[in-house]
């Protein structure tokens, strides 16, 4: 039995789901330019890693549990969009930048270990990409598929996701671009904050 035609049919669905804007991308944009390169990739492999528990659940079957319970969905949501709230206003309450514009990373940037966590968590609480998870394997992969082939398809998704993340953390590191967000960086920290706002109320007014 091939298993390519399946496999394409996971890469695409999961690629465009993680090209398009979403929380994700828009922490990677704003860790990016506030805090440098490093953080950035840092927070992208913390992303890899929650999008890794979604994967797991739906390949194990829980996350059928999940879908059909509607506490445990509610719970979810509320969690997900109080951290994207909580990002969204220390993000509005950024201050000017002053003195010269060193393009050495902030005394104020946040630790490995810290970067990862905010990745990790604002993935992992996003109802929406548990659903999409939850939907997109009974459809595309067959019963019939192997654990082990469907474990390599949650390896290729959660690679190819930190890949994606850390390509757009290497594009909005550039120095220019950096430079020109710290000439206004304020003002674009908290237009980011007002996106996350955004993100944090379709979670709370998500059926």
């Not at 996971?10 to 805090?35: C, E």
């Not at 829980?62 to 951290?83: D, E, I, M, N, R």
């Not at 290729?156 to 020109?180: D, H, K, Q």
Request: aromatic content about 12%.
């Amino acid at each position: 039995m091939s298993f390519l035609p399946e496999f394409l049919t996971i890469a695409v669905a999961h690629m465009l789901a993680v090209a398009s804007p979403g929380p994700d991308f828009a922490i990677v944009l704003r860790q990016s330019l506030r805090h440098g390169r490093a953080t950035a990739v840092w927070t992208s492999v913390g992303i890899g890693c929650g999008l890794c528990i979604h994967i797991t659940y739906s390949l194990l079957g829980l996350g059928l549990l999940l879908a059909k319970s509607a506490t445990a969905l509610t719970v979810v949501k509320w969690l997900g969009a109080a951290y994207l709230a909580w990002i969204g206003v220390q993000a509005l309450r950024a201050k000017p930048r002053e003195g010269d514009l060193d393009l050495t990373a902030s005394t104020d940037a946040p630790s490995e270990c810290a970067a990862w966590t905010t990745g990790f968590l604002v993935n992992v609480l996003n109802p929406k990409a548990a659903l999409f998870f939850i939907s997109l394997f009974p459809l595309a992969v067959s019963p019939a598929t192997p654990r082990l082939v469907q474990a390599g398809y949650g390896v290729w998704m959660t690679l190819s996701t930190v890949a994606w993340f850390s390509f757009v953390a290497v594009v909005f590191t550039r120095t220019e671009v950096r430079r020109g967000f710290l000439r206004h960086g304020h003002w674009i920290d908290r237009a980011l904050g007002a996106v996350f706002l955004g993100f944090a109320a379709s979670l709370m007014w998500m059926a």
